[in-house]
């Protein structure tokens, strides 16, 4: 990077944050604070929602995904976001008319209206330990890549930005928070935009996107949609569709840093538009970014790519220079066949448009081979944490886009980070005010007070997740860990929200220790089956509707709630 | 302290303000209408570009 893109940096990040606290400046009613001034628009919430859910690690590691060889790779991974526009759908036509009835600040508020209190401090306190543990992987997950990759120490680059979004988000809550998202997204997009147009123009010359496609088709990469009904395929329609259906759910359903997104809007109308307009444009949003990945791919073919994209960690490797001549020749060999492949079908030559492409599937799987036995020597010999997918993209933007368009990018990925981070604290901060301090604690105090504790308390988790992305590198395989607990706990927080919604003669008692004795079963299959992780999310909730009517038939009918429950 | 219950939002849940689209049910129509199309698109992408 050179002057000029730290000029677009800085500038970027720091205009943007400086604008959210200017424009929530003297917000000191509770209200105000954690639900925005009760006129935000549907194109506000839908952009707030998509920057929230959109870290930076999927605007750094999905075009590296789309780079992949092999069924996980191409464009299969839109399959996983199939089921996010019926998840939308329900959330906004059931779970969203009763959060706006209820009028409530956090969507665990609602699970103490329709049970009672200990229930509600149950999801609360779920949804505490678990976004508060992974708070502090949204900023390291980028950090990490983008120090190793730029240089910059490790420990300034988290704390830089984590202070950033610390200083507007306490500043402003929920209202900076949607404020600075509008900007961040926008950043995001001019970066992404701008990539994939310098991208297209840097493909050889007489190489038509037509072109591209063909070999990107060839290359197996627009694999976008599997219809197999394995189990042992990673990414198909039915896994996409069920599975994403059920992740998106408690995402964006029970998860309060996306409630507090869409709960803020002028009226019902302004939410569910806001909703409908994530559950139309996510999965183009998606696609978008994944064939810029497959557009990467392309490039590459005809310009030689490193043989490990994670370069401080090729360098801890030693000598490789064997395998690397070894690669060299091999994709020589696959350009040349790629070159007379162009040629012979310009020239409408049947039989030595097959010969050639033939040829050049050999070689790319020669290359991909040697790729292979590079990758098994650099990671025996070097302590990395992150995958390499993760620096396809970056190694592209430092090596071949103008500067001022790289500051643009970097900006984009942090400004994606911060927009994440900032909904997260927010979301913590409101949490632990509302659900706990105001609820338990301190239940008469005036509303000035609680704005100052949510603020205290956007602070501590502000904090908290930096020290923890600072501590972060001494674990090894640390985002997988942070994954494994989000599942283990979300399919249990759904649970208790899809009996809420859905059997209304269950009452509190019996979903308390339902979820209780899920959540004690999730952890008990955790350690003893052998299982992927994300079957957590379907185990959890099932286990806790099954326990809830099992419990609630032993006990007998429980009077209804005259509070609360009558108004949903 | 306790939030009371938003009354305005009961009479505005039927209407979408939406030429075409009067309905919420129209509008999820819409995005599974819209879910079809891209499935096919992707589809599309893949067998011509093969």
New interface residues.
């Given amino acids: 990077m050179n002057p000029l893109d730290y000029v677009v940096l800085l500038a970027t990040l720091l205009g943007i944050a400086i604008y959210g606290i200017w424009r929530t400046r003297g917000r000191r009613d509770l209200k105000t604070y954690l639900k925005g001034d009760g006129n935000t628009k549907w194109i506000v919430i839908g952009l707030s929602v998509m920057a929230t859910q959109a870290s930076a690690i999927t605007f750094l590691s999905l075009p590296g995904q789309g780079y992949k060889s092999g069924d996980e790779g191409g464009l299969s991974f839109v399959q996983n976001y199939f089921g996010a526009p019926f998840a939308l759908i329900i959330i906004a036509a059931v779970f969203l008319p009763i959060y706006r009835r209820l009028n409530v600040y956090t969507a665990y508020e609602f699970l103490g209206r329709r049970f009672d209190s200990k229930t509600r401090l149950l999801g609360a306190a779920l949804f505490l330990i678990q976004r508060g543990l992974g708070a502090g992987i949204t900023i390291y997950a980028p950090a990490i890549v983008l120090s190793t990759v730029m240089g910059w120490r490790l420990d300034i680059t988290i704390i830089f930005s984590g202070l950033i979004v610390i200083v507007y988000t306490v500043a402003g809550g929920s209202e900076a928070v949607n404020v600075t998202q509008k900007y961040q997204l926008a950043v995001i997009f001019a970066g992404m935009i701008a990539a994939f147009v310098v991208l297209v123009e840097r493909l050889p010359t007489g190489l038509t996107l037509t072109d591209a496609l063909t070999l990107a088709g060839g290359f197996k990469k627009l694999n976008g949609v599997d219809f197999s009904l394995s189990i042992h395929r990673r990414y198909t329609f039915w896994s996409g569709l069920l599975g994403g259906m059920f992740l998106a759910l408690s995402y964006f359903g029970t998860d309060q840093s996306q409630v507090q997104r869409y709960i803020s809007g002028a009226s019902l109308r302004e939410c569910r538009m806001g909703l409908m307009f994530n559950a139309i444009c996510k999965i183009p949003m998606q696609f978008f970014i994944l064939l810029l990945g497959v557009m990467i791919f392309v490039f590459y073919l005809f310009q030689q790519p490193p043989i490990y994209f994670n370069r401080a960690a090729l360098e801890h490797a030693g000598n490789l220079q064997g395998i690397e001549s070894n690669f060299a020749k091999a994709h020589a060999e696959e350009k040349q066949q790629l070159l007379a492949w162009l040629i012979a079908k310009r020239a409408g030559d049947q039989n030595a448009e097959t010969a050639a492409r033939t040829a050049a599937l050999a070689a790319q799987q020669q290359t991909d081979a040697i790729r292979a036995k590079a990758e098994a020597a650099i990671v025996g010999k070097s302590r990395t944490t992150t995958n390499e997918a993760d620096y396809v993209f970056i190694t592209f933007i430092l090596d071949y886009l103008p500067h001022g368009i790289i500051g643009l990018l970097v900006a984009a990925f942090f400004a994606a980070a911060m927009s994440s981070k900032a909904a997260e604290l927010n979301a913590l901060g409101s949490t632990t005010t509302v659900d706990f301090y105001r609820h338990v604690i301190a239940p008469a105090a005036t509303d000035a007070h609680y704005v100052t504790a949510s603020r205290g308390f956007t602070i501590l988790w502000g904090l908290a997740a930096i020290g923890f992305a600072l501590c972060a590198n001494l674990a090894e395989n640390l985002i997988q860990a942070v994954n494994i607990l989000g599942s283990v706990f979300y399919g249990v927080v759904l649970g208790l929200f899809l009996v809420a919604f859905f059997l209304r003669r269950i009452g509190g008692t019996a979903v308390f220790w339902a979820a209780l004795a899920a959540q004690l079963l999730v952890f008990v299959l955790y350690f003893s089956l052998n299982i992927s992780y994300l079957w957590y999310n379907f185990i959890g909730p099932a286990a806790c509707i099954l326990f809830s009517v099992a419990i609630q038939t032993a006990i007998g009918p429980t009077a209804r709630r005259d509070e609360g429950e009558s108004q949903i | ?1 306790m ?4 009354q ?3 009479t ?2 039927e ?3 939406l030429p075409g689209l009067r309905t ?1 049910r129209n ?2 129509l819409l ?2 209408a ?2 079809v199309v ?2 096919a698109f ?2 599309a ?2 067998r ?3």
């Fill in positions: 302290m939030p009371t219950p938003d305005t939002d009961a505005e849940s209407t979408t303000g919420w509008v999820y995005v599974v819209v879910f891209w499935v992707l589809v992408l893949e011509i570009f093969s």
